[in-house]
Structure formats: structure tokens, C-alpha cells
């Protein structure tokens, strides 16, 4: 389980992120809306995993390259908004978040069972 401080390491590194993918990075994603979901931050707070969802789902992969391609840049831009507030500025790795694939799956699951119906045990 995450410290209060990793907790609150992850919340502010998550604004400023999400406040950099709007203003600076909006139109650097091919026209796909790209959300944060998550972060988890290692104990020491050197690592930010950073987990992203994006719309169309078919544009994943691309962003996900392009995430790759732009994270010294946005590193850079997010140690300029939170340089004074800590001592280093976390390695950023961004992962895919698949939450609502798996919840569309079970969703799925659960339509497709055939659960009959309880026998009345009062006969």
C-alpha cells in the first residue's frame, strides 16, 4: 500500500500532468483524446507509472509511441511546474489503462450466464 506521501506525490504529479497533456501537448496527439487515469509512485519517488486511456481505442498504440517519443520533453515541462516543490523530478513510464476493456468484458460474462431461476422452497 502507497504512503500518505506517495498518495500525494501521485495527485500532484498527476495535475500538473494532466494541465500539460491540455494546454502544451493537446494537438501533439493526432486528434485523440487522451486521458490520465492513474499514477503510482515507487517509494522513493523517483518513478512516476503514469497509466493513460485514449479515444478512439484504435489510436492507442500511436499514442503510446508517441508518449514514448515526447517523455524527455514532457519530464522537462513538468519539472519547470513542480521544481521547487520536490527534490527530483520522477522518471515518467506510461502505461496503457485497460480498466474499461475489463469491465466490458465481465459486463459481457455476466450477461451471457445462464443462471436459472430459484425453485420456490415453500411447496
Known sequence: MASKRQ???ARLI???LSEIFQKEMRDSFQGAFVTLTGAKISPDLSVASIYV???PAGKLPEVMEL???YKR???GILGKK???QVRIVPELRFF???T???ASRIEELLDNLDIPPAEDDNE
Open 73 to 75: 520533453q514532457i519530464r
Open 53 to 55: 486511456s485514449v479515444l
Open 7 to 9: 498518495q500525494q506525490f
Open 96 to 98: 496503457a489503462d485497460d
Open 100 to 102: 474499461q476493456e475489463q
Open 67 to 69: 508518449l514514448e517519443e
Open 82 to 84: 513542480i521544481g521547487r
Open 14 to 16: 498527476l495535475r500538473d
